[in-house]
C-alpha cells in the first residue's frame, strides 16, 4: 500500500459519522444533516446513530429498540428524495458487548455498515472515559481486537478514546495501540481520525495541555502500519457539516506531518432496500 505524507489537507466528499436525535445527545432532523452535508459539498454520507440494544435503558446514549424501524425508514425516505443530489447509507455505531454479541451480528448483517465505537467494556460499566488504568486501557485494545476478530466493523471510531483521560502514556498504551492497528492492518479496517473530540476544547492532563482525541502518540504508532484512515465528523449537530475548522485544527495541532494513507474515497453497497 502506497502512503502519502499529510503534509495537506484533504477534506473528504464523505462523512460515514452522523447522529441523530434519536440516541437523546444530539439535536436536530435527520432531513437537515443532508441538507447541510449537500450544502457543503459532501457527495456521500451515512447516519450511524448510537446502536440499541435489547433490555437497555440509557436515554441519553442511544436510541431505543422501537425507534430503529422509524430510523430505517427515515434515512430510505431521504436516500429517495435526495437520490439526485447525495448517496447516503443506513449504519449503526456499535459496541463490543459480549452479552449483545448476537444482537451486534445480526445488525451486521442487516445494516449497509457498521462503526465501532468503544465507549465501554460492557451496558451500564463505567464508561472508558474515565476508566482509564493500564488494565482498563489493555482491555479497550482487547475489545476491539476481538470486534475485528468477529468482522464486526467497517470503521473502528476515535481508536484513541482511551487517552480521554488518562493523565500519562504508558507502556499499556503503547501496547494497546499496536494492537488496535495490527487489528486494522490484518482486517483491513480503517481506524477514524475523530473530528468531535475537539469539542471537549483543550485541557489540562496530567503534564499536558491537549484535546482529549485525537492523541499525537496514537498516530505516530498508527503511520507506521499499512493501514487507511478516515476523517469523521462524527456530527450531533447538522451544523457539524459546515464545519471546516476542525479540519485545519486537528491537522495543524495533531498529525500535520505524520505519514498516514487517508482514504479519497469510500462506498459501502446497500444493504436495506
Known sequence: MKKNCNTEIKI???????????????????????????????????????????????????????????????????????????????????????????????????????ILGQHEPGLYEVGFYD?????DVIKYGNLIRKACEKGIPDIIAHPDLFM?????????????????????????????????GIRYGKRQIGNEYRYTYPYRKFWEIAQTYPIDVVYGLDAHDPKKYEDKKCYEIIHDEV??????????????EKKIK
Open 164 to 196: 480521554f483521560s488518562k493523565p500519562v502514556w504508558t507502556k499499556a498504551c503503547e501496547d494497546a495501540t499496536h494492537m488496535i492497528c495490527q487489528s486494522a492492518s490484518k482486517y483491513h479496517i480503517p481506524l477514524e481520525v475523530n473530528l468531535n
Open 12 to 114: 473528504p466528499n464523505y462523512n460515514y459519522h452522523s447522529h441523530t436525535k434519536r440516541c437523546g445527545h444530539a439535536i436536530g432532523e435527520d432531513e437537515e444533516y443532508v441538507i447541510e452535508a449537500i450544502k457543503n459539498g459532501y457527495k456521500y454520507m451515512g447516519f450511524s446513530d448510537h446502536a440499541p440494544y435489547a433490555n437497555d435503558n440509557s436515554p441519553k446514549e442511544r436510541m431505543k429498540k422501537e425507534e430503529l424501524k422509524s430510523y430505517i425508514q427515515s434515512v430510505k425516505e431521504l436516500q429517495k428524495k435526495y437520490k439526485n443530489e447525495i448517496e447516503i447509507r443506513i449504519g449503526l455505531e456499535c459496541e463490543y458487548y459480549e452479552k449483545q454479541l448476537d444482537e451486534i451480528l445480526e445488525y451486521r448483517e442487516m445494516f449497509d455498515y457498521i
Open 255 to 268: 498529525i500535520h506531518d505524520l505519514d498516514l494513507h487517508f482514504l479519497n474515497s469510500l462506498k459501502f
Open 131 to 135: 476508566a482509564n488504568t493500564d488494565e
